[in-house]
């Protein structure tokens, strides 16, 4: 059901409402990773090593754990000759190098418009640009990214870092970003960019990804009309964390992240009336759906769904795991 959030008030003072945000939950990427680890368990069996965690989610970590997976920081961790999937983060060339010299069967479940990114950086770092990634430090994305050219990449985090960014010449300079940013605090880093290098070039195609942008629109929309919003994510998603940044920017009066439901501090409800509830891209259903029964064990209707884009992108499997299930296939 969609309802028109055209008004800054959906409902009158004396009923309550629980508003649901579409899209929200899986974007493509993740469910391409996610199910590449669960036919990876299929097809070779347990265990199967995981570099980082698949996605930022830590029930979809724990339910993988429990089918097999072994989850590992680095590839020293994992035995030689064995079946180790990479994070849909992506990785750098130097952890490609490091698994080929390790003799470890790879499967590379990064993201499709990660993927997209990285080659940005070898193609701008080719043509001699200076490459100036917006991003988190520390974040897999970032570190994968920047991977690609490090000579020729500078990380920015925020419009603070800008004063103090150089380059050889002023003249050729790009900027790149981390998939999961927010879009107006990317852009407004953008803007700083722009005034200390005014020939600065935008990148051929937008870096947020769709499904970030989609899932900031619904809670903006959403946002406003909010005594409270509720997140479910977990703390090391960037999306998700984001999500609560924008409720707030958007006009809601107090939005949290949580894990799930048991995470919901029963206070925040106290002289609230309009909950809106939404998910990071790497967060199953299933924990969407325990928030809005916690909101209905409080007295809270049913949820009111608004759609504010539709998303259909699918992404193939990994090219070595589409090579190794038709084999099987074949053997029947």
């Not at 000579?151 to 870092?161: I, M, N, Q």
């Not at 007295?299 to 090579?323: M, N, Q, T, V, Y």
């Amino acid at each position: 059901m969609s309802i028109d959030l055209g008004t800054p008030r959906l409902i009158s003072d004396d009923e309550k409402a629980v508003l649901l945000a579409e899209p929200r939950g899986y974007c493509a990427g993740v469910d391409r990773a996610v199910i590449t680890v669960e036919q990876a368990l299929d097809l070779y069996g347990a265990p199967v090593y995981v570099r980082k965690e698949i996605v930022h989610n830590k029930h979809v970590v724990d339910d993988l754990r429990n089918r097999g997976a072994v989850f590992v920081n680095e590839l020293d961790e994992v035995p030689s000759g064995a079946t180790v999937v990479f994070s849909a983060h992506g990785v750098s060339p130097a952890v490609h190098a490091d698994a080929a010299v390790r003799e470890l069967k790879t499967i590379d479940a990064t993201c499709p418009l990660v993927t997209k990114v990285h080659l940005e950086a070898k193609r701008f770092a080719r043509e001699g640009y200076s490459i100036l990634l917006i991003g988190h430090a520390g974040h897999e994305e970032v570190e994968g990214t920047m991977g690609e050219a490090p000579e020729a990449t500078t990380l920015v985090e925020g419009p603070d870092d800008v004063p103090g960014v150089e380059v050889p010449d002023p003249s050729k300079v790009v900027w790149l970003s981390q998939t999961t940013l927010s879009v107006d605090e990317t852009m407004e880093t953008v803007a700083a960019l722009r005034e200390k290098f005014p020939e600065l070039l935008d990148p051929p195609s937008d870096d947020i990804c769709y499904a970030t942008q989609n899932r900031q629109l619904a809670v903006k929309e959403i946002g406003a009309a909010s005594d409270l919003v509720i997140v479910v994510g977990s703390g090391n998603s960037s999306n998700s964390v984001r999500l609560v940044e924008v409720a707030l920017e958007a006009g809601a009066k107090a939005a949290y992240r949580v894990d799930d439901a048991s995470e919901i501090d029963e206070s925040w409800l106290d002289g609230v009336r309009s909950v809106s509830v939404t998910s990071g891209a790497s967060v199953p259903e299933k924990l969407v759906e325990g928030v809005v029964e916690f909101l209905k064990e409080r007295g809270f209707p049913d949820a009111l769904a608004h759609k504010s884009a539709e998303e259909s992108l699918i992404f193939a499997l990994p090219k070595e795991l589409r090579k190794d299930l038709k084999a099987a296939s074949a053997r029947g």
